[in-house]
């Protein structure tokens, strides 16, 4: 079976996969389809996945990690309750070579794909990627901790492609805090943005990137609210009143976002998605419908889309991997969802904001 509908997502790791593999052109693995996880080209193409947003993700120091699956400890997620140490933060020294070592990998994806991949930088690359369909990438990094203090290689990093900046993952930055993995728990925890992680938020105004607000907590989500001039985006979170864990969003966030015209990615993650907060596999799709309508009604049909966390976190078992979009679609669909709606949700919501905030 091969997918119709065009899908664009706000989330992917398959970077950090390709990373951890430690092997000269690993490029080829992605392009020539490695199946492993939950992400390479093959698959995404017979997925219908034509674009997204390439997350860039520097590992903490002091965990060893074996794969993608590693810095959050599954287990701990399974109980009733639980709140995970963060790890420490990290240099920029440290971060720096890792998130040049990644955009490398990245750029030789494009280079030797033939023209099948494209790293957009405006809007008119995304325009035209998706007008060539190309898998059309937006390059993310999730913690900025590799742009220093100073901000000294934000103009580096945003010539070699980077667009969107998620100011934290989690572990606290010079620049923010971000929100452990807590369950259930409010959002609001710990401080808000720093000086020079408000100096971020106006930097990226200026140079017209995308601010990604998942992982940062409530305070700094409000500081962003304040400061920023651009649409309020949370690319891979999902609704806290349903599933009240920490990385989710609340009532008053969903409607600052509405209010920006921004937008918010759903999550495929169980742990974000179901009542209990549970990461295991043994998960209902359902939820992620339930995810879907609540924040339709809350945010509009234009400012929701997919999220997928692919290659980044545990997904449930019936979806196993990119082709999982399948089934999902298929629920959607026979859940009521109509063509035009699918259309937005599935891709052009994604593809409008971002090209609003490119512009
Ligand atoms: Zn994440």
């Known amino acids: 079976m091969k997918q119709d509908l065009k899908i664009f997502d706000g989330h992917n790791d398959v970077l950090f996969r390709l990373y ?4 000269k052109n690993v490029h080829e693995d992605f392009l020539l389809g490695d199946n492993e996880g939950h992400l390479d080209l093959p698959r995404m193409n017979k997925a219908g ?61 494009e280079i ?23 898998l059309s990438v937006i390059m993310h990094i999730e913690g900025a901790e590799a742009i220093g203090n100073n901000l000294d290689n934000l103009d580096t990093l945003y010539n070699l ?28 925890i710990g401080e808000g943005l720093t000086n020079l992680g408000k100096d971020l938020i106006k930097e990226c105004n200026r140079l017209k990137m995308i601010i990604d607000l998942s992982h940062l907590n409530e305070r700094g989500f409000w500081d962003t609210a304040k400061i920023s001039e651009s649409p309020l985006i949370a690319t891979h979170s999902n609704a806290h009143s349903i599933c ?34 549970k990461m295991i596999s043994d998960t209902n799709l359902d939820i992620i419908l339930r995810h879907f309508d609540y924040l339709i009604e809350k945010l509009g049909e234009d400012r929701v889309g997919f999220g997928s966390d692919f290659d980044g976190a545990l997904i449930p078992s019936e979806l196993s991997d990119v082709l ?21 949700l599935c891709h052009d919501n994604w593809t409008n904001t971002i090209k609003r905030i490119f512009s």
């Open 20 to 23: 951890l593999k430690n092997k």
């Open 324 to 344: 999982g979009l399948i089934k999902i679609t298929d629920l959607m669909k026979k859940h009521g969802y109509n063509d035009d709606l699918m259309q937005k």
């Open 49 to 109: 996945f034509s674009g997204g947003f390439f997350a860039i993700y520097v590992p903490s120091q002091e965990e060893k990690i074996e794969s993608a699956d590693k810095p959050i400890r599954y287990d701990d997620m399974k109980n009733d309750s639980y709140e995970l140490p963060l790890p420490d933060s990290v240099d920029a020294s440290v971060a720096l070579p890792i998130v040049l070592k990644k955009i490398q990998i990245l750029k030789n994806i």
């Open 161 to 188: 492609g980077l667009r969107s900046i998620g100011p934290v993952w989690s572990r606290p930055t010079l620049f923010a805090h971000g929100v452990p993995f807590k369950f259930p728990s409010t959002p609001d």
């Open 244 to 277: 009240p864990h920490t990385r989710n969003l609340t009532d008053n966030q969903l409607h600052a976002i509405k209010e920006t015209e921004g937008m918010v990615g759903v999550n495929f993650a169980p742990a974000f998605l179901r009542t209990d907060g």
């Open 112 to 134: 030797e794909s033939n023209g099948h991949v494209k790293i957009c930088e405006n809007a008119n690359d995304l325009e035209q990627s998706i007008s060539n369909k190309q």
